[in-house]
Protein backbone atom coordinates (compact mmCIF):
# COMPACT_ATOMS: atom_id res chain seq x y z
CA UNK A 1 0.00 0.00 0.00
CA UNK A 2 3.21 2.26 0.20
CA UNK A 3 2.53 5.41 -1.63
CA UNK A 4 -1.41 4.97 -1.29
CA UNK A 5 -1.88 6.99 1.98
CA UNK A 6 0.77 8.95 3.66
CA UNK A 7 2.06 7.44 7.24
CA UNK A 8 2.55 9.09 10.76
CA UNK A 9 6.27 9.89 10.53
CA UNK A 10 7.96 7.48 12.44
CA UNK A 11 9.27 9.47 15.29
CA UNK A 12 5.09 9.90 16.28
CA UNK A 13 4.17 6.68 15.62
CA UNK A 14 7.41 5.45 17.88
CA UNK A 15 5.42 8.03 20.45
CA UNK A 16 1.82 6.50 20.22
CA UNK A 17 3.42 2.77 20.08
CA UNK A 18 5.71 3.08 23.49
CA UNK A 19 2.62 4.72 24.89
CA UNK A 20 0.74 2.19 24.51
CA UNK A 21 -2.09 3.58 22.61
CA UNK A 22 -1.62 2.44 19.22
CA UNK A 23 -1.10 -1.66 20.36
CA UNK A 24 0.14 -2.95 17.07
CA UNK A 25 -3.02 -5.04 16.80
CA UNK A 26 -6.26 -5.18 14.52
CA UNK A 27 -9.89 -5.32 15.17
CA UNK A 28 -9.86 -9.28 14.67
CA UNK A 29 -7.43 -9.77 17.32
CA UNK A 30 -9.39 -7.57 19.76
CA UNK A 31 -12.65 -9.84 18.48
CA UNK A 32 -11.05 -12.91 19.87
CA UNK A 33 -10.09 -11.22 22.92
CA UNK A 34 -13.51 -9.99 23.42
CA UNK A 35 -14.80 -13.31 22.72
CA UNK A 36 -13.14 -14.63 25.59
CA UNK A 37 -14.26 -12.58 27.90
CA UNK A 38 -17.87 -11.65 26.84
CA UNK A 39 -18.55 -15.25 25.44
CA UNK A 40 -22.28 -15.43 25.70
CA UNK A 41 -23.00 -11.98 26.04
CA UNK A 42 -24.94 -10.18 23.62
CA UNK A 43 -22.92 -7.76 21.13
CA UNK A 44 -25.45 -6.77 18.57
CA UNK A 45 -28.99 -7.32 18.16
CA UNK A 46 -31.48 -6.63 14.90
CA UNK A 47 -34.67 -7.61 13.93
CA UNK A 48 -33.44 -11.42 13.82
CA UNK A 49 -32.78 -11.58 17.30
CA UNK A 50 -29.43 -11.43 19.31
CA UNK A 51 -25.64 -12.31 18.50
CA UNK A 52 -23.98 -13.33 21.31
CA UNK A 53 -19.82 -11.97 21.43
CA UNK A 54 -18.46 -15.81 20.69
CA UNK A 55 -20.69 -15.98 17.88
CA UNK A 56 -20.09 -12.57 16.49
CA UNK A 57 -16.38 -14.15 16.49
CA UNK A 58 -16.79 -17.56 15.06
CA UNK A 59 -19.02 -16.61 12.34
CA UNK A 60 -16.77 -13.63 11.29
CA UNK A 61 -14.17 -16.57 10.64
CA UNK A 62 -16.27 -18.19 8.84
CA UNK A 63 -17.21 -15.35 6.60
CA UNK A 64 -13.60 -14.21 6.48
CA UNK A 65 -12.88 -18.18 4.94
CA UNK A 66 -15.92 -17.69 2.60
CA UNK A 67 -14.77 -14.59 1.24
CA UNK A 68 -11.40 -15.63 0.86
CA UNK A 69 -12.89 -18.89 -0.88
CA UNK A 70 -14.41 -16.61 -3.55
CA UNK A 71 -11.43 -14.77 -4.23
CA UNK A 72 -11.13 -12.12 -1.58
CA UNK A 73 -7.22 -11.69 -0.82
CA UNK A 74 -5.88 -9.44 1.94
CA UNK A 75 -5.72 -6.15 1.24
CA UNK A 76 -8.18 -6.09 -1.49
CA UNK A 77 -10.78 -3.30 -1.40
CA UNK A 78 -14.46 -4.03 -1.14
CA UNK A 79 -17.12 -1.25 -1.39
CA UNK A 80 -19.26 -1.85 1.59
CA UNK A 81 -23.19 -0.67 1.16
CA UNK A 82 -25.27 -1.60 3.53
CA UNK A 83 -28.59 -1.51 5.81
CA UNK A 84 -28.44 -1.23 9.87
CA UNK A 85 -28.24 -5.29 10.68
CA UNK A 86 -26.17 -7.67 12.12
CA UNK A 87 -25.40 -8.77 9.17
CA UNK A 88 -23.29 -5.36 8.38
CA UNK A 89 -21.30 -6.52 11.61
CA UNK A 90 -20.42 -9.67 10.76
CA UNK A 91 -19.20 -8.40 7.22
CA UNK A 92 -16.96 -5.36 8.87
CA UNK A 93 -15.48 -8.07 11.25
CA UNK A 94 -14.97 -10.92 8.76
CA UNK A 95 -13.44 -8.41 6.13
CA UNK A 96 -11.33 -6.68 9.46
CA UNK A 97 -10.06 -10.66 9.68
CA UNK A 98 -9.28 -11.44 6.54
CA UNK A 99 -7.70 -8.04 5.53
CA UNK A 100 -10.15 -6.96 2.81
CA UNK A 101 -10.40 -2.93 3.08
CA UNK A 102 -14.08 -1.96 3.72
CA UNK A 103 -15.10 1.21 1.39
CA UNK A 104 -17.73 3.06 3.68
CA UNK A 105 -20.45 3.94 1.17
CA UNK A 106 -23.58 5.22 2.35
CA UNK A 107 -27.10 3.86 1.77
CA UNK A 108 -27.95 6.80 -0.63
CA UNK A 109 -25.37 6.70 -2.76
CA UNK A 110 -26.37 5.71 -6.46
CA UNK A 111 -24.04 4.78 -9.46
CA UNK A 112 -22.00 7.55 -9.64
CA UNK A 113 -20.60 7.56 -5.97
CA UNK A 114 -20.02 3.81 -6.18
CA UNK A 115 -19.32 4.13 -9.57
CA UNK A 116 -16.33 6.47 -8.62
CA UNK A 117 -15.09 4.50 -5.40
CA UNK A 118 -14.79 0.54 -7.19
CA UNK A 119 -13.20 2.76 -10.08
CA UNK A 120 -10.74 5.26 -7.83
CA UNK A 121 -9.90 1.93 -5.52
CA UNK A 122 -10.04 -0.85 -7.99
CA UNK A 123 -12.46 -2.72 -5.69
CA UNK A 124 -12.52 -6.21 -5.61
CA UNK A 125 -15.73 -5.75 -4.74
CA UNK A 126 -19.09 -4.37 -4.07
CA UNK A 127 -21.56 -6.03 -1.35
CA UNK A 128 -24.90 -3.77 -1.26
CA UNK A 129 -28.50 -4.27 0.29
CA UNK A 130 -30.01 -5.48 -2.05
CA UNK A 131 -32.61 -2.95 -3.12
CA UNK A 132 -33.42 -2.66 -6.57
CA UNK A 133 -31.77 0.65 -7.14
CA UNK A 134 -28.63 -1.46 -6.09
CA UNK A 135 -29.96 -4.16 -7.98
CA UNK A 136 -29.60 -1.79 -10.83
CA UNK A 137 -25.84 -0.78 -9.92
CA UNK A 138 -24.68 -3.83 -9.41
CA UNK A 139 -25.86 -5.16 -12.56
CA UNK A 140 -24.21 -1.97 -14.82
CA UNK A 141 -20.55 -2.93 -13.01
CA UNK A 142 -19.39 -3.02 -15.98
CA UNK A 143 -15.72 -3.23 -14.72
CA UNK A 144 -13.46 -6.12 -13.44
CA UNK A 145 -15.35 -6.65 -9.55
CA UNK A 146 -14.85 -10.26 -8.34
CA UNK A 147 -17.33 -10.52 -6.11
CA UNK A 148 -20.73 -9.06 -6.79
CA UNK A 149 -23.59 -9.76 -3.93
CA UNK A 150 -25.75 -8.47 -1.32
CA UNK A 151 -24.11 -7.94 2.13
CA UNK A 152 -26.63 -10.93 3.33
CA UNK A 153 -25.25 -13.16 1.12
CA UNK A 154 -21.81 -12.70 1.60
CA UNK A 155 -22.68 -12.68 5.28
CA UNK A 156 -24.01 -16.40 4.74
CA UNK A 157 -20.65 -17.76 3.23
CA UNK A 158 -18.78 -19.83 5.22
CA UNK A 159 -15.26 -21.60 4.02
CA UNK A 160 -12.56 -23.83 5.94
CA UNK A 161 -10.68 -21.89 8.54
CA UNK A 162 -7.63 -23.55 9.18
CA UNK A 163 -6.60 -21.81 5.99
CA UNK A 164 -7.16 -17.97 6.65
CA UNK A 165 -3.79 -15.83 6.41
CA UNK A 166 -2.92 -14.49 10.10
CA UNK A 167 -5.30 -11.19 10.79
CA UNK A 168 -4.22 -8.00 10.07
CA UNK A 169 -1.31 -5.95 12.27
CA UNK A 170 -1.87 -2.24 13.80
CA UNK A 171 -0.44 -0.76 11.06
CA UNK A 172 -2.80 -2.36 8.23
CA UNK A 173 -5.47 -0.05 6.52
CA UNK A 174 -8.76 -1.22 8.48
CA UNK A 175 -10.98 0.54 6.19
CA UNK A 176 -11.56 3.85 3.59
CA UNK A 177 -13.87 6.21 5.32
CA UNK A 178 -15.80 9.12 3.06
CA UNK A 179 -14.91 12.62 2.90
CA UNK A 180 -17.74 15.54 3.33
CA UNK A 181 -15.98 17.11 0.73
CA UNK A 182 -15.26 20.49 -0.71
CA UNK A 183 -13.70 19.38 -4.17
CA UNK A 184 -14.96 17.83 -7.51
CA UNK A 185 -14.61 14.18 -6.85
CA UNK A 186 -15.01 12.62 -3.10
CA UNK A 187 -11.98 11.85 -1.03
CA UNK A 188 -11.51 8.56 0.59
CA UNK A 189 -9.90 8.54 4.02
CA UNK A 190 -7.49 5.51 4.83
CA UNK A 191 -7.75 4.81 8.84
CA UNK A 192 -5.14 2.02 10.10
CA UNK A 193 -6.24 -0.40 12.71
CA UNK A 194 -4.02 1.50 15.14
CA UNK A 195 -5.88 4.83 14.40
CA UNK A 196 -9.20 3.64 14.50
CA UNK A 197 -8.84 1.25 17.55
CA UNK A 198 -7.42 4.37 19.68
CA UNK A 199 -9.87 6.82 18.51
CA UNK A 200 -12.93 4.28 19.71
CA UNK A 201 -11.52 2.76 23.16
CA UNK A 202 -10.95 7.14 23.52
CA UNK A 203 -14.46 7.49 22.97
CA UNK A 204 -15.55 5.09 25.19
CA UNK A 205 -13.40 6.49 27.80
CA UNK A 206 -14.57 9.93 27.44
CA UNK A 207 -18.34 8.54 27.54
CA UNK A 208 -18.00 6.10 30.46
CA UNK A 209 -19.38 3.08 28.80
CA UNK A 210 -18.84 -0.63 29.63
CA UNK A 211 -20.75 -3.93 29.70
CA UNK A 212 -23.52 -3.02 30.59
CA UNK A 213 -23.99 -0.09 27.88
CA UNK A 214 -26.79 -0.42 25.41
CA UNK A 215 -26.49 1.38 22.42
CA UNK A 216 -28.64 2.44 19.56
CA UNK A 217 -27.85 2.37 16.29
CA UNK A 218 -30.46 4.48 14.86
CA UNK A 219 -27.69 6.89 11.90
CA UNK A 220 -26.67 4.84 8.86
CA UNK A 221 -24.03 2.35 10.47
CA UNK A 222 -20.98 3.10 7.90
CA UNK A 223 -20.88 6.81 9.28
CA UNK A 224 -17.72 7.85 11.22
CA UNK A 225 -20.20 8.83 14.42
CA UNK A 226 -22.84 5.71 14.73
CA UNK A 227 -19.78 3.31 14.03
CA UNK A 228 -16.78 4.74 16.16
CA UNK A 229 -17.46 7.31 18.14
CA UNK A 230 -17.96 5.75 20.49
CA UNK A 231 -20.84 3.68 18.05
CA UNK A 232 -20.74 0.36 17.17
CA UNK A 233 -17.13 -0.41 17.60
CA UNK A 234 -16.40 1.62 20.64
CA UNK A 235 -19.73 -0.24 22.64
CA UNK A 236 -18.47 -3.51 20.98
CA UNK A 237 -14.68 -2.78 22.74
CA UNK A 238 -15.94 -2.73 26.03
CA UNK A 239 -18.05 -5.83 25.82
CA UNK A 240 -21.45 -3.28 25.37
CA UNK A 241 -24.18 -4.56 23.30
CA UNK A 242 -25.61 -2.70 19.80
CA UNK A 243 -28.87 -2.69 19.16
CA UNK A 244 -29.23 -2.30 15.11
CA UNK A 245 -32.31 0.03 14.20
CA UNK A 246 -33.66 -0.49 10.54
CA UNK A 247 -35.08 3.25 10.33
CA UNK A 248 -34.05 6.54 12.54
CA UNK A 249 -38.09 7.18 12.82
CA UNK A 250 -39.03 7.81 16.62
CA UNK A 251 -41.63 5.04 15.62
CA UNK A 252 -38.89 2.37 15.26
CA UNK A 253 -36.37 4.06 17.61
CA UNK A 254 -38.86 4.55 21.03
CA UNK A 255 -40.26 1.08 20.70
CA UNK A 256 -36.91 -0.90 20.19
CA UNK A 257 -35.45 1.83 23.24
CA UNK A 258 -37.92 0.34 25.41
CA UNK A 259 -37.60 -2.96 24.30
CA UNK A 260 -34.13 -3.54 24.39
CA UNK A 261 -33.50 -1.03 27.72
CA UNK A 262 -31.02 1.28 25.41
CA UNK A 263 -28.83 3.73 27.02
CA UNK A 264 -26.82 5.36 24.66
CA UNK A 265 -27.71 6.73 20.96
CA UNK A 266 -26.48 9.15 18.96
CA UNK A 267 -28.69 11.44 16.06
CA UNK A 268 -27.85 14.63 13.94
CA UNK A 269 -29.54 17.58 15.18
CA UNK A 270 -32.41 17.10 12.98
CA UNK A 271 -33.17 13.73 13.98
CA UNK A 272 -33.19 15.12 17.33
CA UNK A 273 -35.92 17.91 17.18
CA UNK A 274 -38.22 15.36 15.27
CA UNK A 275 -37.89 13.03 18.62
CA UNK A 276 -38.69 15.89 20.65
CA UNK A 277 -41.41 16.72 18.79
CA UNK A 278 -42.38 13.25 19.11
CA UNK A 279 -41.82 13.29 22.95
CA UNK A 280 -43.77 15.47 23.32
CA UNK A 281 -47.09 14.92 21.29
CA UNK A 282 -47.23 11.61 22.56
CA UNK A 283 -46.10 11.96 26.06
CA UNK A 284 -43.41 9.70 25.65
CA UNK A 285 -39.93 9.48 26.99
CA UNK A 286 -37.39 6.41 26.11
CA UNK A 287 -37.63 5.28 30.32
CA UNK A 288 -34.04 3.75 30.00
CA UNK A 289 -32.21 6.10 27.67
CA UNK A 290 -29.15 7.96 29.71
CA UNK A 291 -27.19 9.88 26.88
CA UNK A 292 -28.52 11.41 23.55
CA UNK A 293 -25.43 11.97 21.53
CA UNK A 294 -25.96 14.86 18.98
CA UNK A 295 -23.41 15.71 16.30
CA UNK A 296 -22.61 16.24 12.18
CA UNK A 297 -24.27 19.67 12.09
CA UNK A 298 -24.44 22.60 14.90
CA UNK A 299 -26.97 22.14 17.08
CA UNK A 300 -28.90 24.89 18.57
CA UNK A 301 -28.65 26.01 22.19
CA UNK A 302 -32.43 25.93 22.57
CA UNK A 303 -32.55 22.37 21.05
CA UNK A 304 -29.86 21.30 23.70
CA UNK A 305 -31.47 22.48 26.84
CA UNK A 306 -34.64 20.58 25.99
CA UNK A 307 -32.99 17.30 25.78
CA UNK A 308 -32.99 16.58 30.02
CA UNK A 309 -36.46 18.03 30.10
CA UNK A 310 -38.70 16.05 27.23
CA UNK A 311 -36.35 13.08 26.57
CA UNK A 312 -35.09 12.96 29.88
CA UNK A 313 -31.30 12.14 29.55
CA UNK A 314 -28.58 14.47 29.05
CA UNK A 315 -27.07 15.73 25.86
CA UNK A 316 -23.65 15.01 24.81
CA UNK A 317 -22.42 17.39 21.92
CA UNK A 318 -19.73 15.48 19.25
CA UNK A 319 -18.35 17.18 16.62
CA UNK A 320 -16.17 15.48 14.98
CA UNK A 321 -14.75 14.56 11.27
CA UNK A 322 -14.16 11.38 9.00
CA UNK A 323 -10.40 12.33 9.12
CA UNK A 324 -10.17 11.42 12.63
CA UNK A 325 -10.32 13.97 15.45
CA UNK A 326 -13.68 14.12 17.43
CA UNK A 327 -14.37 16.55 19.96
CA UNK A 328 -17.46 15.78 22.88
CA UNK A 329 -18.53 17.30 25.91
CA UNK A 330 -17.85 15.65 28.93
CA UNK A 331 -20.67 14.00 30.90
CA UNK A 332 -19.93 15.99 33.95
CA UNK A 333 -19.96 19.39 31.68
CA UNK A 334 -22.18 22.34 33.51
CA UNK A 335 -25.22 23.41 31.04
CA UNK A 336 -23.50 26.04 30.09
CA UNK A 337 -20.73 23.80 27.81
CA UNK A 338 -22.87 21.22 26.96
CA UNK A 339 -25.51 23.22 25.83
CA UNK A 340 -23.57 26.17 24.03
CA UNK A 341 -20.34 24.20 23.27
CA UNK A 342 -19.06 21.50 20.52
CA UNK A 343 -16.46 19.86 23.44
CA UNK A 344 -13.43 19.16 23.44
CA UNK A 345 -10.82 17.12 21.66
CA UNK A 346 -11.26 13.29 22.69
CA UNK A 347 -7.57 12.87 23.52
CA UNK A 348 -4.56 14.41 24.79
CA UNK A 349 -2.86 13.03 22.30
CA UNK A 350 -4.98 15.65 20.12
CA UNK A 351 -2.91 18.52 18.72
CA UNK A 352 -5.03 21.72 17.23
CA UNK A 353 -4.22 25.06 16.31
CA UNK A 354 -6.97 28.23 15.47
CA UNK A 355 -5.67 30.05 12.82
CA UNK A 356 -6.27 32.85 10.71
CA UNK A 357 -5.65 33.41 7.23
CA UNK A 358 -2.20 32.86 6.97
CA UNK A 359 -1.67 30.36 9.40
CA UNK A 360 -1.03 32.19 12.44
CA UNK A 361 -2.30 31.29 15.81
CA UNK A 362 -5.47 33.92 16.97
CA UNK A 363 -5.72 34.10 20.98
CA UNK A 364 -8.43 32.26 22.67
CA UNK A 365 -11.76 33.57 22.46
CA UNK A 366 -11.45 34.82 18.64
CA UNK A 367 -12.73 32.54 15.79
CA UNK A 368 -10.22 30.98 13.07
CA UNK A 369 -9.77 28.26 11.01
CA UNK A 370 -9.31 24.71 13.48
CA UNK A 371 -5.95 22.52 12.40
CA UNK A 372 -6.04 19.09 14.00
CA UNK A 373 -3.06 16.14 13.93
CA UNK A 374 -2.94 13.52 16.56
CA UNK A 375 -3.02 9.75 16.98
CA UNK A 376 -6.30 9.14 15.18
CA UNK A 377 -6.32 11.79 12.38
CA UNK A 378 -5.31 11.02 8.96
CA UNK A 379 -2.31 12.80 7.75
CA UNK A 380 -3.00 12.21 3.51
CA UNK A 381 -6.15 11.13 1.58
CA UNK A 382 -5.94 7.65 0.06
CA UNK A 383 -4.52 8.35 -3.92
CA UNK A 384 -4.84 12.01 -3.57
CA UNK A 385 -1.52 13.25 -4.22
CA UNK A 386 -2.28 16.22 -5.86
CA UNK A 387 -4.73 17.44 -3.09
CA UNK A 388 -2.77 16.49 0.22
CA UNK A 389 -0.74 19.55 0.03
CA UNK A 390 -4.01 21.57 -0.10
CA UNK A 391 -6.11 19.83 2.58
CA UNK A 392 -3.18 19.38 5.15
CA UNK A 393 -0.09 21.52 6.55
CA UNK A 394 3.38 20.80 5.54
CA UNK A 395 3.73 19.59 8.66
CA UNK A 396 0.85 17.36 9.01
CA UNK A 397 -2.00 19.07 10.05
CA UNK A 398 -5.13 17.84 8.66
CA UNK A 399 -7.39 21.97 7.53
CA UNK A 400 -11.01 20.96 8.79
CA UNK A 401 -12.61 23.40 7.12
CA UNK A 402 -14.19 24.73 10.01
CA UNK A 403 -14.47 27.70 11.68
CA UNK A 404 -14.14 27.67 15.33
CA UNK A 405 -12.94 29.93 19.05
CA UNK A 406 -12.25 28.17 22.09
CA UNK A 407 -14.07 29.65 25.02
CA UNK A 408 -12.98 30.11 28.66
CA UNK A 409 -13.12 26.63 29.77
CA UNK A 410 -11.32 25.34 26.57
CA UNK A 411 -14.07 24.12 24.98
CA UNK A 412 -14.69 24.49 20.69
CA UNK A 413 -17.67 26.44 19.86
CA UNK A 414 -18.16 26.07 15.91
CA UNK A 415 -18.41 29.17 14.86
CA UNK A 416 -18.91 28.58 10.71
CA UNK A 417 -17.48 27.08 7.84
CA UNK A 418 -14.65 28.11 5.17
CA UNK A 419 -15.23 24.96 3.22
CA UNK A 420 -17.13 24.76 -0.12
CA UNK A 421 -19.72 22.42 1.53
CA UNK A 422 -23.52 22.22 2.27
CA UNK A 423 -23.98 20.36 5.68
CA UNK A 424 -27.81 19.22 5.37
CA UNK A 425 -29.13 17.79 8.44
CA UNK A 426 -25.73 15.97 9.20
CA UNK A 427 -24.81 14.57 5.37
CA UNK A 428 -22.62 16.80 3.57
CA UNK A 429 -22.33 17.88 0.22
CA UNK A 430 -19.52 19.07 -1.54
CA UNK A 431 -20.79 22.09 -3.74
CA UNK A 432 -18.09 21.95 -6.56
CA UNK A 433 -19.39 18.40 -7.24
CA UNK A 434 -22.68 19.33 -7.98
CA UNK A 435 -21.41 22.59 -10.27
CA UNK A 436 -19.69 20.34 -12.49
CA UNK A 437 -22.21 18.57 -12.73
CA UNK A 438 -24.86 20.66 -13.61
CA UNK A 439 -22.35 22.48 -15.89
CA UNK A 440 -22.66 19.63 -17.84
CA UNK A 441 -26.05 20.12 -18.68
CA UNK A 442 -26.07 22.02 -22.39
CA UNK A 443 -29.00 24.46 -21.01
CA UNK A 444 -26.34 26.11 -18.34
CA UNK A 445 -23.77 28.27 -18.78
CA UNK A 446 -22.50 28.18 -15.14
CA UNK A 447 -23.72 27.33 -11.91
CA UNK A 448 -22.90 27.76 -8.38
CA UNK A 449 -24.08 25.94 -5.56
CA UNK A 450 -24.63 27.46 -2.22
CA UNK A 451 -26.63 26.76 1.60
CA UNK A 452 -29.33 28.14 2.27
CA UNK A 453 -31.18 28.28 6.53
CA UNK A 454 -33.33 26.01 6.92
CA UNK A 455 -35.54 25.39 10.47
CA UNK A 456 -35.10 21.94 10.19
CA UNK A 457 -32.09 20.57 8.39
CA UNK A 458 -30.09 23.60 9.41
CA UNK A 459 -28.95 24.28 6.12
CA UNK A 460 -30.50 23.13 2.44
CA UNK A 461 -28.61 23.44 -0.81
CA UNK A 462 -29.64 25.81 -3.26
CA UNK A 463 -28.28 25.82 -7.22
CA UNK A 464 -28.41 29.03 -8.44
CA UNK A 465 -27.58 29.07 -12.48
CA UNK A 466 -26.72 31.15 -15.24
CA UNK A 467 -29.02 29.51 -18.64
CA UNK A 468 -27.22 29.03 -21.93
CA UNK A 469 -27.51 31.39 -24.28
CA UNK A 470 -31.91 31.01 -25.92
CA UNK A 471 -32.03 28.47 -23.32
CA UNK A 472 -34.85 28.32 -20.85
CA UNK A 473 -34.49 25.01 -18.71
CA UNK A 474 -36.08 24.76 -15.49
CA UNK A 475 -35.73 24.02 -11.84
CA UNK A 476 -37.42 20.55 -12.59
CA UNK A 477 -35.82 19.52 -15.82
CA UNK A 478 -32.57 20.29 -14.05
CA UNK A 479 -33.74 18.36 -10.63
CA UNK A 480 -34.45 15.22 -12.97
CA UNK A 481 -31.28 15.77 -14.89
CA UNK A 482 -29.22 14.93 -11.77
CA UNK A 483 -31.45 11.98 -11.06
CA UNK A 484 -30.81 10.67 -13.99
CA UNK A 485 -26.68 11.06 -13.69
CA UNK A 486 -27.77 8.72 -10.76
CA UNK A 487 -26.62 10.93 -7.84
CA UNK A 488 -27.33 10.69 -4.03
CA UNK A 489 -30.45 12.15 -3.68
CA UNK A 490 -29.47 14.51 -0.65
CA UNK A 491 -27.03 16.04 -3.47
CA UNK A 492 -29.97 17.00 -5.66
CA UNK A 493 -30.74 20.71 -4.81
CA UNK A 494 -33.40 22.00 -2.38
CA UNK A 495 -34.14 24.72 -4.75
CA UNK A 496 -32.85 25.96 -8.58
CA UNK A 497 -32.78 29.32 -8.97
CA UNK A 498 -31.68 31.07 -12.17
CA UNK A 499 -29.86 34.86 -12.57
CA UNK A 500 -28.56 36.78 -15.43
CA UNK A 501 -25.09 36.36 -14.48
CA UNK A 502 -22.80 35.44 -11.12
CA UNK A 503 -21.48 37.80 -8.87
CA UNK A 504 -17.21 37.50 -9.71
CA UNK A 505 -14.83 38.46 -6.59
CA UNK A 506 -11.88 40.78 -7.37
CA UNK A 507 -9.72 37.47 -8.45
CA UNK A 508 -12.32 36.16 -10.79
CA UNK A 509 -14.10 33.52 -8.07
CA UNK A 510 -17.42 33.28 -7.73
CA UNK A 511 -18.35 35.55 -4.59
CA UNK A 512 -20.89 33.02 -3.05
CA UNK A 513 -20.78 34.96 -0.30
CA UNK A 514 -22.45 37.99 -2.15
CA UNK A 515 -24.87 35.66 -3.47
CA UNK A 516 -26.31 34.48 -0.47
CA UNK A 517 -26.81 37.73 0.55
CA UNK A 518 -28.70 38.68 -2.59
CA UNK A 519 -30.41 35.54 -2.15
CA UNK A 520 -32.01 36.61 1.28
CA UNK A 521 -33.07 39.91 0.61
C1 LIG B 1 -19.10 13.95 11.20
O1 LIG B 1 -18.17 13.63 10.23
P1 LIG B 1 -18.20 14.09 8.71
O2 LIG B 1 -16.89 13.69 8.17
O3 LIG B 1 -19.45 13.63 8.06
O4 LIG B 1 -18.30 15.68 8.73
C2 LIG B 1 -17.37 16.48 9.40
C3 LIG B 1 -17.82 17.92 9.42
C4 LIG B 1 -17.02 18.79 10.34
O5 LIG B 1 -15.81 19.21 9.73
C5 LIG B 1 -18.00 19.93 10.57
O6 LIG B 1 -18.02 20.78 9.47
C6 LIG B 1 -19.32 19.22 10.65
O7 LIG B 1 -19.16 18.01 9.92
N1 LIG B 1 -19.71 18.89 12.03
C7 LIG B 1 -20.25 19.75 12.93
C8 LIG B 1 -20.49 19.00 14.10
N2 LIG B 1 -20.11 17.72 13.88
C9 LIG B 1 -19.64 17.68 12.61
N3 LIG B 1 -20.51 21.06 12.85
C10 LIG B 1 -21.04 21.66 13.96
N4 LIG B 1 -21.32 21.00 15.10
C11 LIG B 1 -21.06 19.69 15.23
N5 LIG B 1 -21.33 19.05 16.38
O8 LIG B 1 -20.03 14.69 10.98
C12 LIG B 1 -18.86 13.34 12.53
C13 LIG B 1 -17.86 12.40 12.70
C14 LIG B 1 -17.64 11.85 13.95
C15 LIG B 1 -18.44 12.24 15.02
C16 LIG B 1 -19.44 13.17 14.84
C17 LIG B 1 -19.66 13.73 13.60
Redesign the pocket.
Known amino acids: MTGEFTPWPEADARRYRESGIWRGIGFATVLSELARRYGEHTAVVDARGPVGYAALARRSERVAAGLAARGLRPGDIAVVQARNDADYVVLLFAAFRLGVIPVCALPAHREREIGYFLDHTGAAAYLHPGEDDHRRIAASTAREVRLVTTVAEAAASSGPVDALPPPPGGGDLALL????GSTGVPKLIPRTHDDYLYSVRVAAEVCEIDDRTVYLCALPAA???PL??PGILGVLSVGGTVVMAPDPSPDTCFDLMDDAGVTMTAVVPALAQAWLTAARTRGRRPGSLRVLQ??????DAAHAAQVAPVLGCRVQ???????GL?CYTRLDAPDAVAHHT?GRPASPYDEIRIVDDRDRDVPDGHSGHLLARGPYTVRGYFRAAAHNPVAFTPDGYYR???LVRRTETGDLV?TG?A?D?I?RG?E?IAAPEVEELLRGHPDIHDAAVIAVPDPVLGERSCAVCVAAPDRDPTGKQIRRHLRELGVAAYKIPDLVRFVPHLPRTAVGKIDKKRLKEDLSR
Open positions: QLSGHNFSSVGGARLQVFGMAEVQTGDVRKQNGK
